[in-house]
């Protein structure tokens, strides 16, 4: 076993973004769907400035995450990975149950294991870009026409709209399960600390090499039963 | 070194762009400010006509008036005998049908049907003098009535049934003297009053618009601006802007509210977004007929039901009539929600001597053009005046039947009850056949509501139209609005998708605890 130690892993502008990324996409979530007549809360018209003014600050905030993520090279964590992810799935849907420990060890070089990896890459590729154009169209829809620009024409609101409503649904699914799976980390709350503190207890490399550290695959097969006392 | 410029120039453009995109692109909000203000300066007269030696006389008939007025004034008569006012028709485009001149003398409504066989009566409201049952009198200027418009005593007045004649007793020379640019009065006293009664009709025009105060009218008010009818139909050489298109067909010479107000007034950008597809007044008439009651729907097919061999009349509370045998049954409302319609500006007509395809279909008496996505169009509110009216069913042509007659037995319907004879008569005079045959049809005519306008505090709200059920657009279907419409695939495959998430994380989770649970009890044993 590698030593584990207490470290900085998640840095004070990444946490701002995420928290603040976070706190948006929940009040976008809210008004937006009084906007879509699903709830009512702020009233439709304060619903529509306040969508707006939250969609712009989150535009502004990704921006400031993008140039973040490039400056410091932390993009490199969304790379999608097929390794160890058949061992993921294991773990969620059974070794997580008898207390297996996760098949790979996080280290401030790898922060993601390879479903988290799959799952960021997917939101940050499709359905985070794709919300962000449909929201905008939703919003700037009627300039083109108004200045004439007929080729820039969007002949109607529909398509937009039910890609928008549709983006909005897979979002609020992924929150659901992320919020649930905050909990899974090596205590309930760990988790949670680490991405309110910045500080995780992480498995320090066994040696030089700068690939991810990874545990070998006996430790998954192994029934968890077994190492208890 | 190079990493800090970069984030600061960077950071520098993300807050230029944020304030760029955030800053309201708004209209000054003093622009309204500086409307009030301009309206406020009434300016005085610039011409007293009390002092001019040619008016110092006493005048037999209306008509040696007019001949002093055009010893002045003289070219304006030439104006006034181009317009719509005087000719009682317009020349006019309408796809598909080409050039057509459209009036009182073809077109076809559904409250007296025509103004065909009924000039003399109708003349009370021409702007011409001496009309005569053959309605002819279009030549002679020295007919022009100058008085009905620019009387600014208030005591012009024309008499009834006598060809456009003003009531015999009147001192035209002092009218003649205080003269001036109309006023209210002169333009209500017939445009209020269309279709034979207050507020019949428009719904938006009506007597209560002399004196309005600001929540009946926010322009016209007298606790307010004070506007009156010229205010906003601005004239040119006696050609008056603003139309109504019971009688029009192409989008010119109109009035519109952002001649003044511009085509952005809100201060809300999500509000000056709506101006390209809903007109002002969608949001800012909110109701009509505010004060009195308005005729929404008449029943031709009742006529002539008789008392003791007499004919009556039946009246609801507020004294309009619901029956009367001369006319039929009647409903009336009152605080109506406009009904809305896509309106680009254009209409068609149906026009005296129109063959209609389907005898069970609804006659649109004055079909508006319009659509979402027709660029030019707009949402408008509108009153649908419905009718159950006159048709020759075998021609398949409405009926102009002969309605006013002096006496008894010259075959008028408001004196005889007879339909078939009327009608023939009627369309005898129109030059059409007749079969013999009269049986009645539903028609609509479209009137746009313009007038009534309330302030920002009374206007439509969001929701009155942004709401899934019973919306005030729930009509028009045409488009995608938010609040309103959604994709029932993406609403069931969403609510399922966050069913399924939940309970699928809560099963995870029972497992995890139980799984926990079962561990420390055999930790226990």
Same mark, same amino acid.
């Given at each position: 076993?590698?030593?584990?130690?207490h470290?900085?892993?998640?840095?004070?502008?990444?946490?701002f973004?995420?928290w603040?990324q976070?706190?948006?996409?929940m009040?976008?979530?809210v008004t937006?769907?009084?906007?879509?007549?699903s709830i009512s809360f702020?009233?439709?018209e304060?619903?529509?400035t306040?969508h707006?003014?939250?969609?712009?600050?989150?535009?502004?905030?990704i921006?400031f995450?993008i140039f973040?993520?490039?400056?410091?090279?932390e993009?490199?964590?969304?790379?999608?990975t097929?390794?160890h992810l058949?061992?993921?799935?294991?773990?969620y849907?059974f070794?997580?149950?008898?207390?297996a420990p996760?098949?790979?060890k996080?280290t401030?070089?790898?922060k993601l294991?390879?479903l988290?990896k799959?799952?960021y890459f997917?939101?940050?590729?499709?359905?985070?870009?794709?919300?962000?154009?449909?929201?905008?169209?939703y919003i700037l829809?009627r300039?083109?026409?108004?200045?004439?620009v007929?080729?820039?024409?969007?002949?109607?609101l529909?398509?937009i709209?039910?890609?928008h409503t549709?983006?909005?649904?897979?979002?609020i699914?992924?929150?659901?399960?992320h919020?649930?799976l905050?909990?899974?980390g090596?205590?309930?709350t760990?988790?949670?600390?680490?991405?309110l503190t910045?500080?995780?207890?992480v498995h320090?490399k066994?040696?030089?090499?700068t690939?991810?550290?990874?545990?070998?695959q006996?430790?998954?097969?192994?029934p968890?039963?077994?190492?208890?006392? | 070194m190079k990493k800090i410029?970069?984030?600061?120039a960077?950071?520098?453009?993300?807050?230029?762009?944020?304030v760029?995109?955030?800053?309201?692109a708004d209209?000054?909000?003093?622009?309204?400010?500086?409307?009030?203000?301009?309206?406020?300066?009434?300016?005085?007269?610039?011409v007293?006509h009390?002092?001019?030696?040619?008016?110092?006389?006493?005048?037999?008939?209306?008509q040696d008036?007019?001949?002093?007025c055009?010893s002045?004034?003289?070219h304006?008569?030439?104006?006034v005998?181009r317009?719509?006012?005087?000719?009682?028709?317009r020349e006019?485009?309408?796809a598909?049908?080409?050039?057509v001149?459209?009036?009182?003398k073809n077109?076809?409504n559904?409250?007296c049907?025509?103004?065909m066989?009924?000039e003399?009566?109708c003349a009370?409201?021409?702007i /011409?003098l001496?009309? $005569?049952?053959?309605g *002819?009198?279009?030549?002679? =200027?020295?007919n022009?009535? &100058?008085l009905?418009c620019h009387?600014n005593?208030e005591?012009?007045a024309?008499?009834?049934?006598?060809?456009?004649?003003?009531?015999?007793?009147?001192d035209?020379?002092h009218?003649?003297?205080n003269?001036g640019?109309?006023m209210?009065s002169?333009?209500g006293v017939?445009?209020f009053?269309?279709g034979?009664g207050?507020?019949?009709k428009?719904?938006?025009?009506?007597?209560?618009l002399?004196?309005p105060?600001?929540?009946?009218d926010v322009?016209?008010?007298?606790?307010?601006m004070?506007?009156?009818?010229v205010d906003?139909?601005?004239?040119e050489?006696?050609?008056?802007? /603003?139309?109504l298109? $019971?009688?029009?067909? *192409?989008?010119r010479?109109? =009035?519109y509210?952002e001649? &003044?107000h511009g085509?952005t007034?809100h201060?809300?950008?999500?509000l000056?977004e709506?101006?390209?597809?809903?007109?002002?007044?969608?949001?800012?008439i909110p109701v009509?007929a505010?004060?009195n009651?308005?005729?929404?729907?008449?029943d031709?097919?009742?006529?002539?039901?008789?008392k003791?061999?007499?004919p009556?009349?039946v009246?609801d509370?507020?004294?309009n009539?619901?029956?009367l045998?001369?006319k039929g049954?009647?409903?009336?409302?009152?605080q109506?929600?406009?009904?809305?319609?896509w309106?680009n500006?254009t209409?068609s007509?149906?026009?005296?001597g129109?063959q209609?395809?389907?005898?069970?279909?609804?006659?649109?008496l004055n079909?508006l053009?319009?659509?979402?996505?027709d660029?030019?169009?707009k949402i408008?509110?509108?009153k649908i005046?419905?009718?159950?009216?006159p048709?020759?069913?075998?021609?398949?042509?409405l009926?102009?039947?002969?309605l006013?007659?002096d006496?008894e037995g010259e075959?008028?319907?408001?004196k005889d009850?007879?339909?078939?004879?009327?009608?023939?008569l009627?369309?005898e005079?129109?030059?059409?056949?007749?079969s013999g045959e009269?049986s009645?049809?539903k028609?609509?005519?479209y009137?746009?509501?313009?007038?009534?306008?309330s302030g920002?505090?009374?206007?439509?709200?969001c929701?009155e139209?942004h709401?899934?059920?019973?919306?005030?657009l729930a009509?028009?279907t045409d488009?995608?609005m938010?609040?309103?419409?959604y994709?029932?695939?993406v609403?069931?495959?969403?609510a399922?998708?966050?069913?399924?998430?939940?309970?699928?994380?809560?099963?995870?989770?029972s497992?995890?605890?139980?799984?926990a649970?079962?561990?420390?009890n055999?930790?226990?044993?």
């Amino acid at each position: 076993m590698s030593p584990v130690k207490h470290v900085y892993v998640y840095r004070a502008f990444e946490r701002f973004w995420h928290w603040s990324q976070a706190l948006l996409i929940m009040f976008l979530a809210v008004t937006g769907f009084e906007i879509h007549g699903s709830i009512s809360f702020f009233g439709f018209e304060n619903a529509v400035t306040y969508h707006n003014i939250a969609a712009y600050a989150l535009i502004i905030l990704i921006i400031f995450a993008i140039f973040w993520h490039l400056s410091t090279g932390e993009w490199r964590q969304y790379l999608p990975t097929l390794t160890h992810l058949r061992a993921y799935l294991n773990y969620y849907l059974f070794g997580i149950f008898r207390d297996a420990p996760h098949p790979t060890k996080k280290t401030v070089l790898s922060k993601l294991n390879p479903l988290q990896k799959l799952v960021y890459f997917g939101l940050k590729t499709i359905i985070l870009p794709g919300m962000l154009l449909t929201g905008l169209l939703y919003i700037l829809y009627r300039y083109p026409q108004q200045h004439g620009v007929e080729a820039l024409n969007v002949e109607s609101l529909r398509t937009i709209a039910i890609l928008h409503t549709a983006g909005a649904f897979l979002l609020i699914a992924f929150l659901i399960a992320h919020l649930y799976l905050i909990t899974t980390g090596d205590t309930v709350t760990s988790n949670l600390k680490a991405m309110l503190t910045g500080f995780e207890d992480v498995h320090e490399k066994d040696d030089d090499d700068t690939k991810e550290v990874i545990q070998s695959q006996e430790t998954i097969q192994q029934p968890a039963t077994e190492t208890a006392p | 070194m190079k990493k800090i410029l970069l984030l600061l120039a960077f950071a520098a453009i993300a807050v230029l762009s944020a304030v760029a995109l955030l800053a309201p692109a708004d209209a000054p909000p003093s622009a309204l400010t500086e409307l009030r203000e301009k309206m406020e300066t009434k300016p005085a007269k610039k011409v007293d006509h009390a002092v001019f030696p040619a008016l110092q006389r006493r005048f037999e008939r209306p008509q040696d008036v007019t001949e002093t007025c055009i010893s002045c004034h003289n070219h304006r008569h030439t104006e006034v005998m181009r317009s719509n006012h005087w000719n009682w028709e317009r020349e006019e485009y309408v796809a598909g049908r080409g050039v057509v001149y459209i009036g009182k003398k073809n077109a076809m409504n559904n409250f007296c049907i025509g103004a065909m066989g009924n000039e003399k009566s109708c003349a009370k409201c021409h702007i /011409g003098l001496g009309m $005569s049952e053959a309605g *002819m009198t279009y030549t002679d =200027a020295t007919n022009i009535d &100058c008085l009905v418009c620019h009387d600014n005593t208030e005591t012009y007045a024309k008499a009834s049934e006598q060809g456009g004649a003003p009531v015999a007793t009147l001192d035209f020379g002092h009218i003649a003297r205080n003269v001036g640019k109309p006023m209210r009065s002169n333009c209500g006293v017939c445009h209020f009053y269309g279709g034979g009664g207050n507020n019949v009709k428009h719904g938006d025009l009506e007597e209560a618009l002399f004196q309005p105060t600001r929540d009946v009218d926010v322009h016209m008010g007298i606790d307010g601006m004070d506007m009156g009818c010229v205010d906003c139909h601005i004239t040119e050489e006696h050609n008056i802007a /603003g139309k109504l298109y $019971s009688l029009s067909s *192409m989008n010119r010479n109109r =009035a519109y509210c952002e001649t &003044c107000h511009g085509e952005t007034p809100h201060e809300s950008g999500v509000l000056n977004e709506h101006t390209l597809k809903v007109a002002c007044q969608t949001c800012h008439i909110p109701v009509y007929a505010k004060v009195n009651a308005t005729k929404t729907h008449w029943d031709w097919s009742t006529v002539g039901k008789l008392k003791n061999g007499e004919p009556y009349e039946v009246d609801d509370e507020e004294g309009n009539h619901t029956y009367l045998s001369i006319k039929g049954s009647f409903k009336w409302g009152k605080q109506l929600e406009p009904e809305y319609v896509w309106f680009n500006g254009t209409a068609s007509h149906y026009l005296l001597g129109d063959q209609y395809e389907d005898s069970t279909a609804t006659i649109s008496l004055n079909r508006l053009h319009g659509s979402y996505s027709d660029a030019d169009a707009k949402i408008i509110p509108v009153k649908i005046h419905r009718a159950i009216q006159p048709t020759d069913p075998v021609h398949r042509m409405l009926i102009m039947p002969k309605l006013y007659a002096d006496a008894e037995g010259e075959g008028a319907l408001w004196k005889d009850f007879d339909w078939r004879r009327s009608a023939a008569l009627g369309m005898e005079k129109a030059g059409l056949p007749f079969s013999g045959e009269v049986s009645f049809i539903k028609t609509e005519m479209y009137w746009p509501i313009n007038h009534m306008v309330s302030g920002k505090d009374a206007t439509v709200q969001c929701t009155e139209c942004h709401t899934r059920d019973n919306g005030r657009l729930a009509g028009l279907t045409d488009f995608y609005m938010p609040g309103r419409d959604y994709s029932p695939l993406v609403e069931t495959g969403g609510a399922a998708l966050l069913i399924l998430t939940l309970v699928g994380m809560a099963a995870h989770g029972s497992i995890r605890v139980i799984a926990a649970k079962r561990k420390n009890n055999g930790g226990a044993r």
